[in-house]
């Protein structure tokens, strides 16, 4: 009787994950349900990061787009940067972003690229000073293929108030990251080819991960139908790989700081971990300067 | 100075020349590009030999500027709209505006009236026509505009994001190659209006194969005012007058030229007044 009761707690919380956190009463998952059921909602900034075109064709009712390259520029001649914080201001003031909104990313959900495209916007939109910003569970595919209403309707957005405070406490430069080698978590969130050295992408100067890092792909969060794994499964991933220590300071980097804002949203904002930033030049940047240390053919 | 690619282009040519053209290279080259009424609202259009079929079944469609704008301007202006190209989209797509947004019906279609260019439209749109000079929302931009007008500097000279594509070394039938580049010189068509210039890849041999010395090659430039589309509010000329002003960063330099290019080329070079 006491086993049962247990699985069945256990079931109800993983159903309730999908739609809440145990960080606070925010849900930084929002499953198509509750999206569909607060459409109205006059605080809900639906933000959709598709393509213009593919967005004008159909997308979610009161839902406005701005591009996933307005949010993460090429800047200096490295992919996926910050912009500049008067273009960011500019961005969320168009965007009809207020003080108490609530904020709701929405791409696609195909490929992992996709999927952390929704992840890379909510962390620079954290990285703004919004705190509450979540993202469709599944993306715009999993609300079309539920048959959930679309409209090509352009919906007329009044700007909004909110003015910026960078939270440069979820941000590393590679200064930072250096520093942090031997006393923070440094997490490769890329397939563990990259992290082992065997593949790099082209523009990568050097294959391999940064020395002392562990791997943690971010393809292993979503579940084969692009949708979140449960906070148990998750959990488990992750505990693996960080430990349960929620106050050591841990840093994601990938590539370029795409990939790496998957685990950086998941370890802070579904997991509870308190000192979790994003090292937003990743390899590309870090693997540039030859005198940082990579090592490759090695899993530590 | 003529209007209109063909007419601008037959400067270069004699008369004997000009003949030839007509018949070996508009006519087989340039016209097919030239859209019909099914190319966009039923079909994709055919460029260099695809063919992408019907856009939505038999439907008419009113507009897509994916499968049709794009596949013509799918060189140059599409892809460095969208970012593709060079990773740097455009403001007004990043906010959700495509083709038709800013380029109406009547610029698309005209108004009946046979045109020598499409520069020449009276309707063609401008950037001032949504962004009227002195509706800036700071006195910083207002009085910017007001010292670059439009007279002196284009739109496109502060506000272009990045390096864009340019096409070098074209001849018939092997094509041309290209690399992205950023360069601000004076405009051809009003040489008193410092602007975004791009390369031409038409170069003195280009149409040797088939019977074109071009023997008033040097009448025209290689660089011409090109109105590039990854438009962005704030670069680093808008944010730092030392960027033009002190390092000439991206100016066009007598060194810079293309080699073996046209003798009119150096009369786009920018100096600043003393």
Known sequence: MEKAKKILVGLVLSIIFTVFS????????????????????????IIDIRKADVYKAKHIPNSINVLYSAWAIEKSGRKNELPEEDDLQDLITSAGINDKSLIVIVGNSDNITELVNMTRVAWTLYYAGLNKVAVLDGGFTKWEKEGRPTTTEIK????????????????????????????????DTRMPDFFFGVSKLDFIDRAGHISGAVNLPSAWIFTKDGTYKSIQELEAIAQGVVGTDKNKEIITYCDTGRLSSGWWFVLTKILGYKNVKMYDGSTEDWAKDTTMPMSKYTWK | MPYGLKNVFAERL??????????????????????????????????????????????????????????????????????EYNGISDVHYQKGMMCMDCHSIKEIHGDGTPQLARKLLEYKNTCTKCHKPGSEKTDKAKEAHRIHDEGKVSCFACHVGGEYRNCYNCHVGEGSTSKPGFILGRNPRAKNQLTTLRIVPTVRDTFKKVGIKMENF???????????????KRTDRTRNCDTCHTEKKNFLKKEDLIPNGSRANEELIFEFKK
């Open chain 1, 156 to 187: 007329k957005v009044k700007p909004g108030n909110f003015k910026i405070k960078l939270n440069r406490n979820i941000y590393a430069d590679k200064d930072y990251v250096k520093s942090a080698i031997g006393k923070s978590t440094i997490v």
């Open chain 1, 22 to 45: 145990y960080a606070d009463e925010f849900s930084y998952i929002i499953s198509t349900e509750w999206l569909e059921k607060n459409l109205n909602n006059s605080d809900l900034v």
């Open chain 2, 218 to 232: 040097d009448k025209l430039p290689n660089y011409w005012d090109s109105a590039v589309h990854n438009i962005k």
């Open chain 2, 14 to 83: 004699s008369a004997k020349e000009k003949k030839i053209f007509e018949e070996k290279v508009f006519e087989k080259s340039c016209r097919s590009c030239h859209a019909s009424c099914g190319d966009c609202h039923v079909k994709s259009p055919v460029v260099g030999g695809v063919n992408l079929g019907l856009i939505k079944g038999h439907k008419f469609i009113k507009r897509d500027e994916s499968k049709t704008c794009a596949l013509c301007h799918g060189g140059r202006v599409y892809p460095e709209y969208t970012g």
